[in-house]
């Protein structure tokens, strides 16, 4: 009766405060043994019918847990090929070892500087370990589902608007993080989270816009103030210059006059130079 007990399936715990189940191949018994031989007798007896029950084929991407009489037979799953089972104690169970993407329903979370959101997200994942997705979870899949939706409320509850709209990349890791851990004892790998979308409330986008609009006009009455002063500043620099030679006056006049010429207007209006009008102010 002891040694039965220790060959048995296990709790044990991996870390603090999680337990799971550990699979050991473990024997029939006696009464288990016996059932086994009585039943593998009957099905030679009638094996031409039976044929079919006892062989089974699993794909390349399929691993096949086999349990005899209620024990795993094997602590690895079978496959991918062709085996044999008993069709009367034998019990297969096909697990698909592909990849499964799934879409997180919208959560309305509250962030940690109280603004309401609507996120929504994807979550890729696998079966690592085939065993331990029969044996410790009833269904891995629909779990992992429940799991996602909670862990994508608990991550977001400790962030800002702020971070959540500009570091989606961080959350996505820190979710996977916290899902491969949660999962590990269920036979599951998450291999990849992404948030899809971020949703605001109508009054709150209407306020960031205004925010952002805002700040471009500041920024922009500040670029127009900086061209006029550096303009101001090359117009002195450029008087200073004129000032020094008389004749560099004269021909920007004349550049002047060719660029009116050029315009074909009706009518021109030509500018007395500044030292025959000063001759005239000092008579």
Same mark, same amino acid.
């Given at each position: 009766?002891?040694?039965?007990?220790?060959?048995?399936?296990?709790?044990? =715990?991996?870390?603090?405060?999680?337990?799971?189940?550990?699979?050991?191949?473990?024997?029939?018994?006696?009464?288990?043994?016996? @059932? %086994?031989?009585?039943?593998?007798?009957?099905?030679?007896?009638?094996?031409?019918?039976?044929?079919? $029950?006892?062989?089974?084929?699993?794909?390349?991407?399929?691993?096949?847990?086999? *349990?005899?009489?209620?024990? @795993?037979?094997?602590?690895?799953?079978?496959?991918?090929?062709? *085996? %044999?089972?008993?069709?009367?104690?034998? /019990?297969?169970?096909?697990?698909?070892?592909?990849?499964?993407? *799934?879409?997180?329903?919208?959560?309305?979370?509250?962030?940690?500087?109280?603004?309401?959101?609507?996120?929504?997200?994807?979550?890729? %994942?696998?079966?690592?370990?085939?065993?331990?997705?029969?044996?410790?979870?009833?269904? =891995?899949?629909?779990?992992?589902?429940?799991?996602?939706?909670?862990? +994508?409320?608990?991550?977001?509850?400790?962030?800002?608007?702020?971070? +959540? +709209?500009?570091?989606?990349?961080?959350?996505?890791?820190?979710?996977?993080?916290?899902?491969?851990?949660?999962?590990?004892?269920?036979?599951?790998?998450?291999?990849?989270?992404?948030?899809?979308?971020?949703?605001?409330?109508?009054?709150?986008?209407?306020?960031?816009?205004?925010? =952002?609009?805002?700040?471009?006009?500041?920024?922009?009455?500040? @670029?127009?103030?900086?061209?006029?002063?550096?303009?101001?500043?090359?117009?002195?620099?450029?008087?200073?210059?004129?000032?020094?030679?008389?004749?560099?006056?004269?021909?920007?006049?004349?550049? /002047?006059?060719?660029?009116?010429?050029?315009?074909?207007?009706?009518? @021109?209006?030509?500018? +007395?130079?500044?030292?025959?009008?000063?001759? $005239?102010?000092?008579?």
């Amino acid at each position: 009766m002891e040694s039965q007990m220790e060959s048995g399936p296990k709790i044990r =715990a991996k870390s603090k405060g999680d337990l799971f189940l550990d699979v050991g191949s473990g024997g029939l018994g006696c009464c288990g043994w016996f @059932i %086994f031989l009585l039943l593998g007798v009957l099905t030679l007896c009638i094996l031409p019918y039976t044929i079919w $029950f006892c062989i089974k084929v699993v794909n390349e991407y399929e691993r096949a847990v086999i *349990f005899r009489l209620g024990r @795993i037979t094997d602590r690895k799953a079978k496959g991918p090929g062709v *085996f %044999f089972i008993f069709p009367f104690t034998d /019990t297969l169970v096909r697990l698909d070892l592909r990849t499964v993407s *799934f879409n997180i329903p919208p959560q309305e979370i509250l962030t940690k500087d109280s603004v309401t959101v609507c996120v929504d997200g994807v979550v890729y %994942f696998r079966v690592s370990d085939p065993i331990s997705s029969v044996a410790n979870v009833s269904d =891995a899949d629909f779990s992992t589902r429940l799991l996602a939706q909670t862990t +994508l409320r608990n991550v977001l509850g400790t962030k800002n608007l702020a971070e +959540l +709209l500009s570091d989606r990349e961080g959350i996505s890791h820190s979710m996977q993080a916290s899902l491969d851990e949660a999962t590990d004892p269920w036979g599951i790998k998450v291999e990849r989270v992404e948030i899809k979308d971020v949703k605001l409330p109508h009054q709150l986008q209407r306020a960031m816009a205004a925010e =952002a609009e805002a700040s471009r006009e500041a920024r922009a009455k500040v @670029i127009s103030a900086e061209g006029e002063m550096n303009a101001s500043r090359a117009l002195k620099e450029a008087s200073l210059v004129i000032s020094e030679s008389p004749s560099g006056l004269q021909l920007r006049y004349l550049q /002047t006059l060719t660029t009116i010429a050029a315009e074909k207007n009706s009518t @021109i209006i030509f500018p +007395l130079p500044m030292d025959m009008i000063s001759q $005239f102010m000092r008579k």
